[in-house]
């Protein structure tokens, strides 16, 4: 069964500290890992993207790896800001037909504190 | 520039009122998704078009349907409305062919209250 699953649920910082974010997927055919942030009533927005080829990829602050071998990516934050508080989404994309399904996880819940 | 819009951002119905969730969008993509994302929970896939080919998932109450009348729009029909169907829902697109990196571009969903 395709799962993705992302640790810690929720999780608070002080401003300025960085934090990271797990994610650990069983998905197959693996087509795609994305790290999505979601503002509370706000659809989804893709931070990064990554391959099974790729193990690192940056977006400003946003940093994610990926391990292929061992189904596991990480979000890393750095120098957090207080608009960092969201929910941080780790979608494993499956190969199906002509499309990619999406395997979302439960969502870590960011908050940045003064 | 807004690429996937999704009307109205609230939308308040009463229990058993049909309603109608609409979707449009200006990327020209083949696939267009509906999901329905509840409280604290990750969005869940109710159905997707492939151009106008009908993809629903084995999960998905009849109650819930689409319509997709042409490339730009898609609508999300729930036809009896249940106080378990208030959740917000999520439009999303895509390019759609064998690409790896073929990505989903979400609207701002619509917030559904059933009274």
């Known amino acids: 069964k395709n799962q993705v699953e992302q640790s810690p649920q929720s999780l608070i910082i002080l401003e300025g500290k960085n934090c990271t974010l797990q994610?650990?997927?069983?998905?197959?055919?693996?087509?795609?890992l994305r790290w999505y942030k979601q503002d509370t009533g706000r659809g989804p927005v893709s931070l990064t993207i990554m391959t099974f080829s790729e193990n690192t990829k940056s977006n400003g602050r946003y940093t994610a790896t990926l391990d292929a071998d061992t189904k596991q990516s990480s979000l890393h934050i750095t120098a957090s800001q207080l608009s960092d508080s969201a929910s941080y989404i780790c979608?494993?994309?499956?190969?199906?037909?002509?499309?990619?399904?999406?395997?979302f996880g439960a969502g870590t819940r960011l908050a940045v504190h003064p | 520039d807004a690429m996937v819009i999704q009307n109205p951002r609230y939308q308040v119905t009463q229990f058993g009122k049909p309603v109608t969730l609409s979707c449009s969008q200006t990327?020209?993509?083949?696939?267009m998704y509906w999901y329905q994302q509840k409280s604290s929970q990750a969005p869940k896939l109710l159905f997707h078009?492939?151009?106008?080919?009908?993809?629903n998932e084995a999960d998905t109450p009849d109650n819930f349907q689409s319509r997709r009348p042409n490339t730009s729009f898609c609508f999300l029909d729930i036809r009896s409305p249940g106080l378990g169907d208030a959740a917000m829902y999520l439009c999303?697109?895509?390019?759609?062919?064998?690409?790896?990196?073929?990505?989903?571009?979400f609207g701002p969903g619509t917030r559904l209250t059933v009274l």
């Open positions: 994610c650990n997927y069983t998905v197959s055919p693996f087509s795609n």
């Open positions: 979608v494993v994309s499956a190969r199906s037909g002509g499309y990619n399904k999406l395997i």
């Open positions: 999303a697109t895509s390019p759609g062919g064998t690409t790896r990196t073929d990505t989903q571009y």
């Open positions: 990327l020209n993509h083949n696939v």
């Open positions: 078009y492939y151009d106008k080919d009908f993809n």
